[in-house]
């Protein structure tokens, strides 16, 4: 109602047909997203880092709660391999 009030009468699905279109697009992909983060993101602003996350144990969770850890490099020298052996 709200949106319709402010939108002049339109309803939000008509103007918003693709509901969350990055998240239908990158997770079709096979890309993660990370939202909501919090704690100290100020640290690592505009730094290089490497992002390790870690979920909870939830089977068939969508959504579900993190652990997000910034690992940084003041040299720049480390890099994680690609992983093709697992």
Not at 3 to 26: A, L, Q, T
Not at 28 to 41: C, R
Request: aromatic residues 16%.
């Amino acid at each position: 109602d709200e949106y319709r009030e402010w939108s002049g009468g339109h309803d939000w699905k008509d103007d918003f047909p693709d509901w969350e279109p990055v998240h239908n697009m990158i997770f079709k992909a096979g890309i993660l997203g990370i939202e909501n983060v919090g704690g100290d993101i100020d640290a690592v602003t505009g730094k290089r880092c490497t992002f390790a996350f870690f979920p909870w144990n939830w089977d068939r969770g969508d959504g579900c709660v993190i652990r997000l850890v910034a690992i940084t490099d003041p040299k720049q020298q480390y890099r994680i391999e690609a992983g093709e052996a697992f």
